[in-house]
């Protein structure tokens, strides 16, 4: 395994080193992963000249705590989340290598619920609420990849109104 986890890496980082003279494009589309809240792969489609549709698919709750207070009980595992934003961007630098975005959208999330009324026993949570992002990308020149950071909150809906999550990140994207 740790042998596997080296040669991947080393391969990535290879992979990031190669020159590619196409420069980044904001009409197009880009795949990589995310690191943070929620974690997983991570897609973005960019349109006209400041707009992007950007979705993650991946884990969610595990970065501050598998177990929190939830509703009447707790949650104690990690769940899958399903996350999407409209966004508006914006180029900080005159090369457009520094781009800032923000956003807004929703999430959908399933995690195991231990309610007390069920003994120690759990129950699958379906919630949905509404998120909002914002983040700065950085687009290495001559570079097919892009670097993100960003952060935002997740406003649950249903099933417990109002209960609050910070969703931070940081990832690599391909841009194609």
Do not use: C
Not at 76 to 96: C, D, F, R
């Amino acid at each position: 395994m740790g042998k596997s986890i080296l040669l991947v890496t080393l391969a990535l980082i290879g992979w990031l080193m190669v020159p590619n003279q196409a420069q980044a494009q904001y009409n197009n589309w880009s795949v990589g992963f995310r690191i943070g809240e929620p974690s997983g792969v991570n897609v973005r489609k960019y349109f006209g000249n400041n707009h992007a549709f950007d979705l993650n698919i991946g884990t969610y709750g595990g970065l501050y705590g598998t177990k929190r207070s939830y509703r009447s009980g707790d949650y104690k595992s990690v769940g899958l989340a399903i996350q999407g934003h409209y966004l508006w961007h914006t180029a900080l630098s005159k090369s457009e290598s520094i781009r800032a975005y923000y956003g807004f959208g929703g999430q959908i999330n399933t995690r195991r619920y231990y309610p007390p009324r069920l003994n120690g026993e759990y129950e699958n949570a379906l919630s949905l609420g509404g998120s909002g992002i914002g983040g700065l990308e950085f687009f290495p020149a001559s570079k097919p990849y892009s670097f993100f950071l960003e952060t935002g909150v997740y406003v649950e809906l249903l099933q417990a109104p109002f209960f609050l999550n910070l969703n931070t990140g940081l990832g690599l994207r391909y841009n194609f």
